[in-house]
């Protein structure tokens, strides 16, 4: 009986850490987009520029002439990009980090 308590504790406790472990962290559910695009474009893209292809910056002007106007448009650069830029599938950026992210850009480098 002991044994069997013992067991179903320590399973009931894993289970635990397994489903936090796999839950959205973030507050409330809601996402940090600032933190994100740190955390995955602001190696190559510091303060919007671009440190790979200067011409291809966040801005809204650059972005638009290269036919991107949307948070939608941004999220299919991120997810099939060009030459040059690490392409972000949806297991290493979510579809709503990659929106939370794009929403960002487009506030944040006018």
Do not use: W
Not at 18 to 37: L, N, Q, S, V, Y
């Amino acid at each position: 009986m002991k044994k069997t308590l013992v067991v179903t504790v320590a399973m009931l406790s894993l289970s635990i850490l397994a489903t936090t472990a796999f839950c959205d962290t973030k507050k409330g559910g809601k996402i940090d987009a600032k933190k994100e695009f740190e955390e995955h474009c602001a190696v190559c893209h510091p303060k919007g520029g671009n440190i790979v292809k200067p011409d291809k910056t966040l801005s809204k002007k650059s972005l638009t002439a290269h036919g991107i106007k949307s948070e939608k448009d941004i999220v299919a650069k991120m997810r099939n990009p060009g030459p040059g830029m690490n392409k972000f599938d949806a297991k290493q950026v979510s579809d709503k980090e990659a929106t939370a992210i794009a929403g960002y850009i487009l506030k944040a480098f006018p």
